[in-house]
């Protein structure tokens, strides 16, 4: 099994609503990302989990909550949002020596209302 | 810090001709550099990537990439695309050195490249 997968594929919520994001990979990737990207734009990160831990935070809002319940789940929980962070949600793992390849997912377009 | 640099946002290009994507990158260490290819409404795929060794590294569909540390460029390069080749195409860095693989890519601005029928 050599890919990433996202669920849902798209998403519509409200801006009080609370929904979550979901990537499973299962090539025993040690390192998993999410990624914000906006039309017309190159990827943006957001947070990084290595073992199980968060390890990076871009200077995320608090509204993106990210979760790591095992080494081949990553959730995205979202509350209170605003139709900018309307995007298409990208996860990515990596794993081996220097340098590693990110597997991308293929993401959850997601529309605030 | 690391930063790529896509000069051409859009690239149109007639079927069965050769096409050259442009990326230049700025680091002060040594880098790992990757082509990504996205199609419409989907995720992001690996073309090819440099991590050290020969200068030129072939990829996937065709495609191939030559590093040159002199002119800090991977510039991207198909002999004859076609129009499947329609699609964004991504270069980005890694100065990658830790041991637990979540270094940081950074990406370059994206090439929107068009094949005309």
């Known amino acids: 099994d050599t890919e990433v997968t996202q669920t849902p594929k798209h998403l519509v919520m409200g801006m009080t609503n609370k929904k979550s994001l979901k990537c499973e990979q299962h090539?025993?990737?040690?390192?998993m990302y999410w990624y914000k990207q906006k039309a017309k734009k190159p990827p943006e990160l957001m947070f990084v989990?290595?073992?199980?831990?968060?390890?990076i935070n871009e200077s995320v809002p608090s509204r993106f909550s990210p979760e790591c319940p095992n080494s081949s789940l990553l959730n995205l929980h979202l509350h209170a949002l605003q139709p900018e962070d309307s995007a298409l949600y990208l996860c990515?793992?990596?794993?081996?020596?220097?340098?590693?390849?990110?597997?991308f997912g293929p993401g959850t377009r997601l529309t605030v209302l | 810090a690391q930063s790529v640099t896509q000069l051409d946002s859009q690239v149109p290009v007639f079927e069965e001709a050769p096409v050259e994507l442009r990326c230049n990158y700025s680091?002060?260490?040594?880098?790992?550099l990757f082509w990504y290819v996205q199609y419409p409404n989907q995720g992001l795929q690996l073309l090819l990537k440099?991590?050290?060794?020969?200068?030129l590294v072939k990829g996937i569909n065709g495609f191939e990439a030559e590093f040159n540390k002199s002119q800090t460029s991977f510039h991207l390069r198909k002999p004859s695309v076609h129009i499947s080749d329609t699609a964004e195409y991504f270069c980005?860095?890694?100065?990658?050195?830790?041991?637990?693989?979540?270094?940081?890519?950074?990406f370059g601005t994206g090439t929107r490249l068009t094949i005309i029928p």
């Open positions: 990515a793992s990596s794993y081996g020596p220097p340098p590693r390849e990110q597997f």
């Open positions: 090539m025993g990737h040690r390192a």
């Open positions: 989990y290595s073992y199980e831990k968060l390890s």
């Open positions: 680091s002060s260490v040594s880098v790992y």
């Open positions: 440099y991590l050290s060794g020969s200068t």
């Open positions: 980005a860095v890694s100065e990658g050195a830790s041991n637990f693989g979540n270094e940081k890519l950074t």
